[in-house]
């Protein structure tokens, strides 16, 4: 029987070089959608999917992530004393108190892999999600991450979570190589041509692993600009037959770009 998927890993090192200079002091996870930032939409997403252990990749200049999502007692004070007393609970109650929050520094940002194989440790031999907040999903019930962790239960193999792409747009993400039948994946390959595109099978932010991810990633050479690829892990363990694939339900904006958070900021005030 395979046992339930309690921990998530949310990668936050990066610089938000699309957002400078509002990243220059502030993380691009902090940036809001209305009033929430997109760290905590992931958060609460993978919370309320019944993951239990949230461990956050972090860099320099990130402690303000790991402020947001401890207590702030002077501030909860104060907005009692003012008789905002709603504002003041949603400030206490940002997780559940029976969410364990952890932080690990990565010290040099070598790849989405290499954040993901800091995590190794916090994880240990359990499979677990990835989210990445960048990746803005709309809420709802169930979310992604559900839909993962139930797909992850019925054939025990490692879960992507993708989407149908305009062909013009295949040369912005991992690209699914089909496998064969409707859920399994043959490999994935990293922004190909138009082209060379095996399919129009997009993989997002959203990702559950096995914990043999970890030998994999381990084992991998750094490619360019030294870094360790995720995408190549996951190639690896799709063509030994343990990865699956569910379709995305729901919408999905990229916000690692400009217009995708504005589009992003636009559906949420609907």
Do not use: W
């Not at 050479?221 to 996951?234: F, M, R, S, T, Y």
């Amino acid at each position: 029987m395979l046992g339930n998927v309690r921990k998530a890993v949310l990668p936050v090192a990066g610089l938000g070089t699309r957002f400078l200079p509002a990243t220059k002091a502030m993380p691009k996870e902090l940036m809001p959608i209305i009033n929430k930032p997109l760290i905590q939409y992931a958060a609460e997403e993978a919370v309320a999917a019944g993951i239990d252990t949230l461990i956050f990749i972090t860099g320099r200049h990130k402690r303000s992530i790991e402020d947001h999502f401890d207590n702030n007692e002077e501030l909860e004070r104060a907005l009692r004393k003012q008789g905002k007393f709603d504002s003041a609970d949603m400030v206490k109650n940002i997780l559940p108190d029976h969410v364990q929050c952890i932080f690990v520094r990565q010290a040099e940002q070598l790849g989405l892999g290499h954040a993901v194989l800091c995590a190794e440790r916090a994880v240990g031999n359990e499979p677990f999600v990835v989210l990445l907040a960048d990746d803005f999903i709309v809420p709802k019930v169930p979310n992604v991450t559900a839909n993962l962790i139930d797909a992850y239960k019925t054939n025990g193999k490692s879960q992507l979570c993708v989407l149908q792409v305009n062909n013009s747009e295949v040369t912005k993400y991992g690209i699914l190589i089909p496998g064969n039948d409707d859920s399994s994946v043959g490999g994935i390959v990293e922004k190909p041509n138009q082209e060379d595109a095996p399919s129009n099978l997009a993989s997002i932010g959203r990702y559950l692993l096995s914990p043999d991810i970890f030998k994999i990633l381990g084992d991998i050479q750094p490619g360019k600009n030294n870094e360790i690829q995720l995408v190549d892990a996951i190639h690896r363990a799709a063509q030994s037959g343990r990865v699956a694939s569910i379709a995305l339900d729901g919408e999905r904006f990229d916000c690692g770009s400009v217009e995708g958070y504005l589009s992003a900021v636009e559906r949420m005030k609907a």
